[in-house]
């Protein structure tokens, strides 16, 4: 019996997966590494683990491969189908990030209420002064998208003393909380202090806080986007935030990366973070427990998890 061919990018990866799996499951496997910058070093790898955040230039690469699994290191696959060769099984790394991009949309979130950004910069200028802010208790914070990210958020949101309205594609009842549809949105951001948007890039989402939704936020509303960059239209967030109309805290934008010279950088009132959400110490014994979970699955002959699409 062949054993199971499975490729990781990175020798920090190969050696913490081995360290998750037992030694007959290590018998019964060829765990090797690739890293996907050079052709592939044979035409068949049952599960293949793309580099993280450079998986979209690797993908290709799988055009003469045959795989089972191709286990993504992120969550997001939206760009998935224009990368990924026919013949190919994607799973996303779901279970990974979205506490660590929880974390860092309530850390963007208190950075813009608490006013830090001001003062670093007076920290740098030796100069003391305080200022109120407006903080988080009592504010009412509506929650764009409620999968992973958008609970994981939730949950870090609830001892803060805020309200908190998650808004799906869907009205329903979930964890105890009331979510209410997109349809809704246009009477509940009026009366939002703070719009978090965790959605996904797609046809629907991509556009989705644009100039009317922005104009349809009160004076001084804190936007804050932890999911996409094309979530909002960057034009529109300028233009409100060179009015100091609302306040923005992103850590994906659109383009991305931001170039040199785009006006975003220096509008005001705005907070930036270069797409660093899933970027902590968290990731790596979590994207190793994933990928030795896959491999426990096919060896004992179960489905993988988290699979979101089959070229």
Not at 116 to 127: C, G, K, N, S, W
Not at 131 to 136: E, M, T
Not at 166 to 185: I, K
Request: hydrophobic share 40%.
């Amino acid at each position: 019996m062949s054993k199971l061919s499975v490729s990781v990018p990175t020798e920090r990866l190969e050696r913490d997966v081995h360290a998750r799996l037992t030694p007959e499951q290590l018998e019964s496997i060829d765990l090797f590494l690739w890293d996907m910058t050079d052709p592939t070093p044979r035409q068949r790898i049952d599960i293949v683990v793309p580099p993280y955040m450079t998986a979209r230039k690797a993908l290709p690469r799988l055009a003469d491969v045959t795989t089972q699994l191709v286990q993504s290191q992120s969550i997001g696959w939206d760009d998935v189908p224009n990368h990924l060769p026919a013949g190919h099984v994607f799973a996303n790394a779901a279970s990974v990030h979205e506490t660590a991009t929880a974390e860092l949309a309530l850390a963007l979130t208190l950075a813009v209420q608490r006013r830090l950004p001001q003062y670093v910069r007076q920290q740098d200028a030796h100069e003391w002064q305080g200022r109120f802010a407006n903080g988080l208790a009592d504010c009412r914070v509506l929650l764009l998208g409620y999968g992973g990210v958008g609970k994981a958020t939730a949950a870090r949101l609830d001892p803060f003393e805020v309200e908190v309205i998650p808004v799906a594609s869907s009205a329903r009842t979930e964890d105890g909380r009331e979510v209410h549809a997109m349809s809704e949105l246009p009477d509940l951001l009026p009366t939002a202090d703070i719009l978090i948007a965790t959605l996904p890039d797609t046809p629907d989402t991509r556009g989705l806080i644009d100039d009317a939704v922005l104009s349809a936020l009160p004076d001084g509303a804190l936007v804050v986007n932890v999911g996409r960059g094309p979530i909002i239209d960057t034009d529109a967030l300028v233009d409100h935030l060179r009015r100091e109309r609302i306040l923005a805290a992103l850590d994906v934008t659109d383009p991305e990366p931001l170039p040199a010279d785009h006006p975003l950088w220096s509008a005001p009132g705005v907070l930036i973070s270069p797409h660093v959400g899933g970027a902590s110490a968290a990731m790596q014994p979590r994207i190793a427990k994933l990928v030795a979970d896959q491999i426990t699955r096919m060896l004992d002959g179960e489905e993988p998890r988290n699979v979101v699409y089959s070229s």
